[in-house]
Structures are given as C-alpha cells and as structure tokens.
C-alpha cells in the first residue's frame, strides 16, 4: 500500500487532465505532473472560494482518497493494478469538492459541468478502438507504458498468434533485456528462435526457463517437441513423462513415439 501510494498523484493528474491515457499502466511510466498541477488548482480553489465549508472539502477529498486506496492493495506477488477505471468512484469526491465552491453561481456550475461530461464522453469514444481486439489493446498497453514487462509480454504473445513472429521478436527481446531472469521472457525468446530455425538457442533459453522454474510448461512442452524433430525419443520421453506428471495435454504423437521409453 506504501509503495503504490505515489499513483495517487497520477490519478488525480489524469481526472483534471485526461490525456495521454493508457489501457494498462504502470507507475513508473505516469507523470506527477499533471498530478502537481491538480494539487495546486485544488489549493488556489480552497484560497478563492467564497464560502468556506472545511467540513464538507474535508469528506469530499476523504472519499477519493478512501476509494482510491483499494487500488494499491494487491496479493503478494502480483503487480500493482493502475488502470484508469479505478478512478470512477473516487472522482464522485472531487465532483462533492467541484459542487461546493460556488465561484459562479448553479448555472454556470451546471454549464462547467456539461461540458466536463461532454470532454469525458468524446475521450471515451475515442479510446474504443483500443479495445476492439486483443492486439489493438496490448498494443496501446506497450506505446504508453513501454516499462511493463507484462505489457511486452502480452504484445508478443498477441504479435505470435498473428504470425507476426519478428514483431514478437521485437517485444520478447525487450521483456527478456528488463527481466534476463524472468521464466516467461526466456521460454518465449526460446520460441521466436526456434521459429527462426535456431535450434541451439532455443533449447539454451528453454534449458534456462526449466532452470528458473522447473515447472515451466512451456518449455516443457517445448523441449518435448524439439527433441522429438530430433527422433530423440528418449529425451522427448523425459519431457513428456513430466508433462503428465502436472496433467498438462500432450500431443497425441508425442505420446505414441514415447510410449516404450516411459
């Protein structure tokens, strides 16, 4: 909760200025500034205003921090969740807090306030076609939060079912230079290699995934396949046999060349 506490700047950045928007971000890759700037739009507005109710900016500002600190509390092991629509119950609080300043009267409040809804509206529907497909979504993660791993990772992944294995490539090899260590990054460098015909390196990245997580099913998987193109039955038989072992589904020719050495 400590550690992710510094997204509430961002957040509070991205209400007031909502603009360069990601699908799925991640703390280092959001700006303070916008955040700063809203800090010190909210200071001069409790300078200005003309009627001081301490009481009631006090609950409205409680209510987006207290809906907003939800966020930041995560399972150990899993990253931080960032994503924007977090924001939509703690923005009721800044609209209590916008509500109370009384600067111009109700209409020209309830005109500012069209036109906030209509601002927010037209950036909604500009932002569909970030979601129309898988890869348009992780696409827009990776542009606007380059210091993901996941968001690199998923991309691959996206770019890999397409056939696009350079673009996969490209993706992988970023989230294996942020994460030399990462499992994942190393038994999917594996598969762009072998797709390359690169056969050495792949089993040396799968070799190295085993070795971080001996679990790993896709290098399992993968290891079996490769062993199995090389007629190395009793390797393959290795692989499969530990396969089985975690219930995981093995192709049923793998299971006929290997069934006398299991």
């Not at 998923?154 to 090899?173: D, F, H, I, N, P």
């Not at 999917?188 to 050495?200: D, L």
């Amino acid at each position: 909760l400590y550690e992710n506490s510094a997204a509430v700047l961002p957040y509070l950045g991205k209400v007031f200025f909502p603009f360069n928007l990601s699908v799925m971000p991640v703390l280092k890759d959001m700006s303070l500034l916008p955040g700063l700037a809203a800090l010190m739009l909210i200071a001069a507005a409790l300078y200005l205003r003309r009627k001081a109710e301490p009481r009631k900016n006090i609950f409205a500002l409680l209510w987006f921090l207290l809906w907003l600190m939800p966020s930041f509390i995560r399972p150990a092991g899993l990253p931080p969740d960032f994503t924007e629509h977090r924001v939509y119950m703690p923005f009721i609080g800044l609209l209590l807090f916008a509500a109370d300043l009384n600067f111009a009267g109700r209409a020209r409040l309830a005109g500012f306030s069209l036109a906030a809804l209509a601002l927010f509206a037209g950036i909604s529907v500009s932002r569909l076609g970030c979601f129309r497909d898988r890869l348009s979504f992780w696409e827009n993660a990776a542009a606007t939060s380059p210091g993901s791993l996941m968001n690199r990772t998923k991309l691959g992944a996206a770019y890999y079912e397409k056939g696009r294995y350079e673009e996969a490539g490209v993706q992988w090899s970023r989230a294996l230079e942020m994460a030399p260590d990462d499992p994942v990054a190393n038994a999917n460098m594996g598969a762009i290699r072998f797709a390359e015909g690169r056969t050495g390196e792949a089993e040396a990245l799968w070799r190295k995934a085993l070795e971080l997580a001996p679990g790993n099913l896709q290098a399992l998987g993968n290891l079996a396949v490769l062993n199995y193109e090389r007629k190395d039955y009793r390797k393959t038989a290795l692989y499969v046999r530990e396969l089985l072992a975690r219930n995981a589904p093995v192709h049923a020719g793998l299971l006929a060349a290997t069934e006398k050495y299991r």
